[in-house]
């Protein structure tokens, strides 16, 4: 009786399992909308509201957090956990069965309830897949370094200008990040102090480096951060580094999109200025959750949508194209606001696995590539490997992109994006493999400060000569910058930020006689002009 009993048990335990729905539950409301958006620093870091400041994003509703006590109530409700949240939806991602789920709809708080499984069709295939099956397979390893996969680029050119990431913030949404907290090729990383803290969104604790179960997180940041003496260089070496982990290796599931929403919001309110991911989603172990390729059109995707959120918000979004080679992109690489990078081999020719665009996308897929086949990483054992993968070249591409914004802050993440393309070695005739083809970065940098150069030329000093005040005219396009007056033995004698909306500087103390006058942006351009004092 006792066999049977325990039997039985493990039948009702396995359909119960079968039974579990996962659905996003969308809320009507929150809380404190008007003082939170009065008082912006108590939902934002001071970075983020100076990031979102300077390239016009406008803090609204999407930035206030879900209200907890409504997150409170879901949890409490009849067979129901909650998995992640949503800001920028207001939403909730939520498990249980389909009938407490839709029980949910009589709370007065939920607006609608969005299921994963799309039909909820009562018979389903289970198959769990190994998304990272090109990347885990280690080809023959060469001894060696990343010159080529920088050089190809051209960000080799941005490091000899002194642009390396430095002050720029980078968040890596990803699986594992084993030993990067203890091992050697990320010691410089953390001795700077630009190992910034980060989140494991899958287990929901701090520890986001105690999770051994990938270390696909790990290679991805040593393309972009890694350093190992005369043997290999990330992209963007200088610059700080959140890592969300948001991948759950164990299974394919939806509220793995919702982990990455989530932790992209939270991302957006640490001042982050760009995200790789080098993850993509079509298909899941439960086969009802499934995308269809017509799903894949940049705007139907959960991740996706949250990913066209994190764009409006002045991120700058980096995505592998994906491994799937003719069966197309996944999401979020689908959107026309995320960066999609394929994959090359050494030489610069299509990688096969590396996956196509369509028409399918309202834009150019993939956008660009990089090197992808034979890519140089560090893994977990601090030794360097060469892996397969779109989820190299895109990080390599990410790296190189932080150091060309570093050059050019000014810029939004659009122009830069834009900027990357038009630089792309096939940019007037794309096509489904290549996309626009390798970009061009030092051409890229040189495109933005040529038109910076012709901006500089609309600067004007008057009177000239000058007796007290100095006027400055201002470009269209450019709000401050920095004058420096130096006399005629090259000795510096006055300095001062300038505003278009103050445009009046005050020289009268200054000694009659001539001077240099150096108007200098942002971006390092500058213009000089000779002043006379009387």
Known sequence: MKSKLLFISLIFFQFFALAQEDACVFLNAKANVANALSNPITILTQDAIDRKNNHGVVIDFRDVPVDESYITQLKNATGITVMAKSKWFNAVHVRGTETDINNLTSEIFVDHIEFADKSLNSSRSVEIKNKFEIEDAQTTFVYGDTQNQVEMINADNLHLLDYTGTGMVVAVLDAGFLNVNT????????????LLN?????????????????????KVLSTMAGFIENQFVGTAPDASYYLFLTEDVASENPVEESYWVEAAERADSLGVDVINTSLGYFDFDDSSYNYTTTDMDGLTAFITRGANIA??????????????????????????????????????????????????????????????????VISNNNSIVQNNGTSFSSPIMAGGITCLWQAIPNKTNSEIMQLVRESASQFATPDFFLGYGIPDLQSALDAALSVESDLLSEFKIFPNPIQDNLQIVFPDEIETATLELYNILGKQVFSSVIYKNKKTINLESLSNGIYIVKIQTDTKSSKTFKLIKE
């Open 183 to 194: 091992m050697a090729g990320f010691q410089r990383l953390r001795d700077a102090g630009n």
């Open 198 to 218: 980060g989140y494991d969104f899958v287990n929901r604790n701090s520890n986001v480096y105690a999770s051994s179960a990938s270390d696909h997180g790990t």
């Open 311 to 376: 764009f409006e918000k002045g991120i700058l979004l980096v995505n592998s194209a994906g491994n799937s080679g003719a069966s197309g992109v996944n999401a979020p690489a689908d959107s026309a606001n995320v960066l999609s990078v394929g994959a090359v081999d050494l030489n610069g020719n299509y990688a096969s696995f590396s996956s196509q665009g369509s028409a399918i996308q309202p834009t150019q897929k993939p956008d660009v590539v990089a090197r992808g086949l034979g890519s140089f």
